[in-house]
């Protein structure tokens, strides 16, 4: 990788822990920390979150005609969501195992946490639970997606993809073969190396 794009991924890294700080400090106008895995809330922002809470009763009443009847097919996505799940575990416990790359932790890329909030519903709580599942599960299955891939196939693509997976950035280019020769073997040990997982 030349010296210019190692500095722009360089300052990308820093522009990503400003935005982490920033976030982290917009996190505390609303709760106080993390404690035995949930955010902690003072009793008056508690009391305040039950008051605009919607009954279920309402929260149906409400609902668009197409939200309701489309309910039966999003949720019916649990059954591929949990074959993925158990297929991704399997996957790494076969393959990274056999390539000495360190497995990708689930639990960074799921989190269940949003049916604490006081101010939602059961239906909402319900929801969250499965959006945080799904929405993670893609993260975690992209990030195994990614390990493999810079495993096999570390080669840019011609055509400019739309959100490349986190090691894409290190790939060769597309047609530099002289290159993909030199660093397949150095990208696998990069692999191998990772630490926070």
Same mark, same amino acid.
């Given at each position: 990788?030349?010296?210019?794009?190692?500095?722009? /991924? *360089?300052?990308? %890294?820093?522009?990503? &822990? +400003?935005?982490?700080?920033?976030?982290?400090? #917009?996190?505390?106008?609303?709760?106080?920390? /993390? *404690?035995?895995? %949930?955010?902690?809330? &003072? +009793?008056?922002?508690?009391?305040?979150?039950? #008051?605009?809470?919607?009954?279920?009763?309402?929260?149906?009443?409400?609902?668009?005609?197409?939200?309701?009847?489309?309910?039966?097919?999003?949720?019916?996505?649990?059954?591929?969501?949990?074959?993925?799940?158990?297929?991704?575990?399997?996957?790494?416990?076969?393959?990274?195992?056999?390539?000495?790359?360190?497995?990708?932790?689930?639990?960074?890329?799921?989190?269940?946490?949003?049916?604490?909030?006081?101010?939602?519903?059961?239906?909402?709580?319900?929801?969250?639970?499965?959006?945080?599942?799904?929405?993670?599960?893609?993260?975690?299955?992209?990030?195994?997606?990614?390990?493999?891939?810079?495993?096999?196939?570390?080669?840019?693509?011609?055509?400019?993809?739309?959100?490349?997976?986190?090691?894409?950035?290190?790939?060769?280019?597309?047609?530099?073969?002289?290159?993909?020769?030199?660093?397949?073997?150095?990208?696998?040990?990069?692999?191998?190396?990772?630490?926070?997982?």
């Amino acid at each position: 990788m030349s010296d210019e794009i190692e500095i722009l /991924i *360089q300052k990308l %890294k820093t522009l990503e &822990d +400003e935005i982490e700080t920033t976030i982290e400090a #917009k996190k505390a106008k609303f709760y106080q920390g /993390i *404690q035995d895995g %949930k955010a902690v809330f &003072d +009793e008056a922002t508690k009391k305040a979150q039950r #008051k605009v809470k919607i009954g279920i009763d309402k929260y149906i009443f409400k609902s668009k005609f197409a939200t309701i009847i489309t309910a039966p097919i999003i949720y019916g996505m649990i059954i591929p969501f949990v074959i993925l799940d158990i297929a991704l575990g399997v996957y790494q416990l076969c393959c990274f195992t056999a390539w000495q790359i360190p497995r990708v932790k689930r639990s960074k890329y799921i989190v269940i946490d949003r049916q604490y909030l006081d101010y939602l519903n059961i239906i909402e709580k319900i929801n969250c639970v499965y959006c945080g599942y799904g929405n993670g599960l893609m993260a975690y299955g992209r990030e195994v997606a990614g390990r493999t891939e810079q495993y096999w196939c570390p080669i840019k693509h011609a055509m400019k993809t739309k959100t490349p997976h986190d090691h894409y950035k290190n790939f060769v280019e597309y047609g530099d073969f002289e290159s993909y020769k030199a660093q397949l073997e150095k990208l696998r040990d990069d692999l191998r190396k990772l630490k926070d997982n």
